[in-house]
Nanobody, 125 residues
Framework: QVQLVESGGGLVQAGGSLRLSCAAS????????MGWFRQAPEKEREFVAG???????YYVDSVKGRFTISRDNAKNTMYLQMNSLKPEDTAVYYC???????????????????WGQGTQVTVSS
């Protein structure tokens, strides 16, 4: 397992932008499958976006065209650029990781074995 630390959350008005970061302690970060999940109040945690070790990305439909996931292997960091934010994007955002080299993106919680502590994103209307 690897230690993950999210940052970049905050309060923003609808239509605004935020960039989340997830710093990983892994020595071989480039080998990791990474993902972003979120959990809104009284709702289950849901997949938002993921990137595999080769840089292939995948998004949940509700964020396509607004969010962009990326990774900087030299900095051991994954990002989530969130534009055109909506009140329904309000949630605690978690990053997740797994040391696995596969040609597709992991989209379910059970497939990841390392999690960050979460960062709050609040979008006001």
């Amino acid at each position: 397992q690897v230690q993950l630390v999210e940052s970049g959350g905050g309060l923003v008005q609808a239509g605004g932008s935020l960039r989340l970061s997830c710093a990983a302690s892994a020595r071989t970060f480039s080998n990791y499958a990474m993902g972003w999940f979120r959990q809104a109040p009284e709702k289950e945690r849901e997949f938002v976006a993921g990137v595999n070790w080769r840089g292939t990305t995948y998004y949940v439909d509700s964020v396509k065209g607004r969010f962009t996931i990326s990774r900087d292997n030299a900095k051991n960091t994954m990002y989530l650029q969130m534009n055109s934010l909506k009140p329904e994007d309000t949630a605690v955002y978690y990053c997740a990781a797994r040391d696995v080299q596969i040609p597709f993106v992991l989209t379910t919680e059970a497939r990841y074995d390392s999690w960050g502590q979460g960062t709050q994103v609040t979008v006001s209307s």
